[in-house]
């Protein structure tokens, strides 16, 4: 399955996202600042990051812009997730080199089907007959 870099500062949530991720399969390499984030992107070589905006020591969206003029590291699609949620803030994001934009509180199906195209993986189908109660 594939591995994700989630970068988030908040416990709480990063337990959430955690316990989700490893649910849906996934091996799952924490950064707590985007210092850590950057470095582990090159040592790790995650299949896709996702990055909260507001962390400490370098911000989301200076890591973001490091990790994506890395040579190595960047073609890791990245999805910023944030508190922030105005336009212009998705806008930030886009220029910074995110490859997509998702809001907090997160929607678990919503960050899945992003996380599914930009992984090329397609949408598991759910066959109403076959389904156990």
């Known amino acids: ?3 994700i870099l989630l970068v988030e500062d908040n416990e709480m949530n990063r337990d959430m996202l955690t316990r989700y991720l490893r649910w ?18 090159e040592s790790e070589r995650p299949d896709l990051i996702l990055m909260d905006l507001s962390i400490p020591v370098i911000d989301g969206w200076e890591a973001t812009r490091q990790i994506k003029a ?15 949620a105005l336009t212009e803030d998705r806008y930030r994001s886009i220029q910074a080199g995110c490859d997509d934009f ?29 389904i156990s109660i």
């Open 70 to 84: 890395n040579p190595i590291t960047h073609q890791i699609p990245i999805i910023a997730l944030t508190a922030h």
């Open 24 to 41: 849906e399969g996934y091996t799952v390499h924490i950064a707590t600042q985007g210092a850590q984030a950057i470095q582990m992107a």
């Open 1 to 3: 399955m594939a591995s």
């Open 102 to 130: 998702e809001t907090k509180p997160v929607s678990f199906s919503r960050l899945a089907e992003k996380m599914r195209k930009l992984l090329n993986k397609p949408t598991p189908e759910i066959d109403p007959l076959n």
